[in-house]
């Protein structure tokens, strides 16, 4: 997927650090990525999916946490779109 995108949007990825990628390779296990520090500016992050071919949407939450606490996160709705 990342060649891909590094095809078709070159200027796009010029301003993204890729020297960390990490891949899920299956959603329904989930997945967490702790100790990453965010600098107090904050980062841009470039997440990628793959949508399903034919099938049900595919629902996922992306959670910050700090410590303990929830401190902001996201739902997101892949689902398949009709091809003309």
Do not use: C
Not at 14 to 37: N, P, Q
């Amino acid at each position: 997927m990342l060649e891909s995108l590094k095809r078709q949007r070159p200027p796009l990825l010029e301003t993204y650090d890729l020297s960390r990628v990490y891949v899920l390779e299956d959603w329904r296990k989930g997945a967490r990525i702790v100790g990453l520090a965010v600098p107090e500016g904050g980062v841009h992050v470039l997440f990628g999916f793959t949508a399903p071919a034919a099938g049900p949407s595919l629902t996922f939450t992306l959670a910050q946490e700090e410590g303990a606490d929830l401190v902001g996160g996201n739902t997101f709705v892949l689902r398949v779109r009709a091809r003309a």
